[in-house]
């Protein structure tokens, strides 16, 4: 047995194990500490389920229990009745889309890093940095060439295209980690270079639903042409609240076609759609998400389950609000907060990131994510989620103030 060598490339511990370890340790070093932790480092929801989810599922659960509605394997891609509310809430984005271009899955997190099946070792990948660590790992794991684009201030943390030629582009827009969103000039210049270069554009746009401010793309296909270049990943965990249910979907377009050319020694005529890749791939290796979680997911995208959910993001945008306001306040550079439920600042006092992450800890027990983890751009940046419970959020704030204006209250 040989194993595959290019684990040994990537870094020896997930990013949010890592810090969960460090977090850990510090609460048994320190038990008298140890119910004054507040976490804001992995964007995990803290609101439960929107009660039509909850009543949804429970009528599925109940399904199940009935010899003449229970239901064993669904199918792979997703049932249709899911399908087709997501083909409804795009069309009401004035996006057209066919129920078969959408593929259900257990969340954006696994369908990045499982897209990678569909293309070959030798394409170079190209990504922005910082960035969502499973888009590295995984083309690490893979053995795949990867090119790095600077995500700075100087760009808005937006990089666009630079000269160089990559077959597969990452973007994410809301960011993790930056908060930053492509604005529909800079994503229109990725869908043309994607097209002048044979390329395709893997586009994650889970955190969607955050962005307030309009003329802000929500879809990579509000760019005319993205249907011919471009896969879509979305979720339901940070709308939603599944973060623990699992459930979100990947657009992958009848239009995205690899030319045969491309495919040295096969004949045949006609290109090659990916849409047909990967449902192959997901028949194969995927059994779809269960039917109660489906049905749940389905409640979302009613017209009730729509403001309910929206309910929660107003939750969640007003802990960004009470962040900035106090980064604001303290004179700490930040981006994000607006349109992202994630804020990106500056490490103060030139402090470097996971040296800014103990700092926290040990000095206010405040949790967040070191700009590091997310690569080298990172350094110096650190990031807060405006996911944790509202009291704990206000009350971290009010440590950060006391810390950072010198009179720490602990
Ligand atoms: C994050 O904190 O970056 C995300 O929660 C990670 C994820 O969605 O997998």
Same mark, same amino acid.
């Given at each position: 047995?040989?194993?595959?060598?290019?684990?040994?490339?990537?870094?020896?511990?997930?990013?949010?194990?890592?810090?969960?370890?460090?977090?850990?340790?510090?609460?048994?070093?320190?038990?008298?500490?140890?119910?004054?932790?507040?976490?804001?480092?992995?964007?995990?929801?803290?609101?439960?389920?929107?009660?039509?989810?909850?009543?949804?599922?429970?009528?599925?659960?109940?399904?199940?229990?009935?010899?003449?509605?229970?239901?064993?394997?669904?199918?792979?891609?997703?049932?249709?009745?899911?399908?087709?509310?997501?083909?409804?809430?795009?069309?009401?984005?004035?996006?057209?889309?066919?129920?078969?271009?959408?593929?259900?899955?257990?969340?954006?997190?696994?369908?990045?890093?499982?897209?990678t099946d569909l293309f070959d070792?030798?394409?170079?990948?190209?990504?922005?940095?910082?960035?969502?660590?499973?888009?590295?790992?995984?083309?690490?794991?893979?053995?795949?060439?990867?090119?790095?684009?600077?995500?700075?201030?100087?760009?808005?943390?937006?990089?666009?295209?630079? *000269?160089? %030629?990559?077959?597969? /582009?990452?973007? &994410? $827009?809301?960011?993790?980690?930056? =908060?930053?969103?492509? @604005?529909?000039?800079?994503?229109?210049?990725?869908?043309?270079?994607?097209?002048?270069?044979?390329?395709?554009?893997?586009?994650?746009?889970?955190?969607?639903?955050?962005?307030?401010?309009?003329?802000?793309?929500?879809?990579?296909?509000?760019?005319? *042409?993205? %249907?011919?270049?471009? /896969?879509?990943? &979305? $979720?339901?965990?940070?709308?939603? =609240?599944?973060?623990? @249910?699992?459930?979100?979907?990947?657009?992958?377009?009848?239009?995205?076609?690899?030319?045969?050319?491309?495919?040295?020694?096969?004949?045949?005529?006609?290109?090659?759609?990916?849409?047909?890749?990967?449902?192959?791939?997901?028949?194969?290796?995927?059994?779809?998400?269960?039917?109660?979680?489906?049905?749940?997911?389905?409640?979302?995208?009613?017209?009730?389950?729509?403001?309910?959910?929206?309910?929660?993001?107003?939750?969640?945008?007003?802990?960004?609000?009470?962040?900035?306001?106090?980064?604001?306040?303290l004179g700490i550079e930040f981006?994000?907060?607006?349109?992202?439920?994630?804020?990106?600042?500056?490490?103060?006092?030139?402090?470097?990131?996971?040296?800014?992450?103990?700092?926290?800890?040990?000095?206010?027990?405040?949790?967040?994510?070191?700009?590091?983890?997310?690569?080298?751009?990172?350094?110096?940046?650190?990031?807060?989620?405006?996911?944790?419970?509202?009291?704990?959020?206000?009350?971290?704030?009010?440590?950060?103030?006391?810390?950072?204006?010198?009179?720490?209250?602990?």
């Amino acid at each position: 047995m040989k194993a595959n060598e290019n684990y040994l490339n990537v870094k020896e511990s997930y990013l949010f194990s890592d810090i969960a370890k460090r977090v850990n340790n510090f609460m048994e070093e320190n038990p008298d500490k140890k119910d004054k932790v507040i976490r804001l480092g992995i964007g995990d929801v803290t609101l439960p389920l929107a009660p039509v989810v909850v009543e949804a599922m429970t009528k599925a659960v109940a399904e199940m229990g009935v010899k003449e509605t229970f239901r064993g394997y669904g199918p792979e891609q997703g049932y249709d009745f899911l399908r087709n509310k997501i083909v409804e809430y795009y069309k009401k984005n004035i996006i057209s889309i066919e129920a078969d271009e959408v593929f259900i899955s257990d969340g954006a997190k696994s369908d990045v890093g499982n897209i990678t099946d569909l293309f070959d070792k030798e394409n170079t990948v190209m990504i922005p940095d910082p960035v969502y660590p499973v888009y590295v790992d995984t083309n690490i794991m893979n053995g795949r060439k990867i090119i790095f684009l600077n995500a700075t201030d100087e760009n808005d943390f937006c990089p666009t295209p630079i *000269g160089e %030629k990559a077959d597969i /582009i990452y973007l &994410c $827009s809301p960011n993790n980690p930056t =908060g930053a969103v492509y @604005t529909k000039e800079k994503l229109r210049q990725w869908v043309d270079y994607a097209l002048a270069n044979d390329a395709v554009i893997l586009f994650d746009a889970a955190y969607e639903l955050f962005i307030t401010e309009d003329n802000l793309p929500r879809s990579i296909y509000e760019i005319d *042409g993205a %249907k011919r270049c471009a /896969i879509e990943f &979305c $979720s339901l965990s940070k709308t939603a =609240g599944f973060t623990g @249910t699992r459930c979100g979907y990947t657009i992958v377009p009848h239009d995205l076609k690899v030319k045969r050319s491309k495919l040295l020694g096969r004949k045949g005529d006609g290109d090659i759609s990916l849409n047909k890749m990967w449902l192959r791939r997901q028949t194969t290796k995927f059994n779809g998400v269960s039917y109660i979680v489906q049905r749940g997911a389905e409640a979302v995208f009613t017209e009730e389950g729509q403001k309910q959910i929206r309910e929660n993001l107003g939750y969640y945008q007003q802990n960004a609000k009470v962040i900035a306001d106090t980064m604001t306040e303290l004179g700490i550079e930040f981006a994000g907060g607006i349109n992202s439920p994630y804020i990106w600042l500056k490490c103060p006092n030139h402090m470097g990131s996971w040296e800014f992450f103990d700092y926290l800890l040990e000095n206010i027990m405040v949790v967040g994510t070191p700009g590091a983890g997310f690569g080298k751009n990172g350094e110096g940046y650190f990031r807060l989620t405006s996911f944790g419970d509202k009291d704990k959020t206000i009350e971290a704030m009010k440590r950060f103030k006391a810390l950072f204006s010198g009179s720490s209250e602990e």
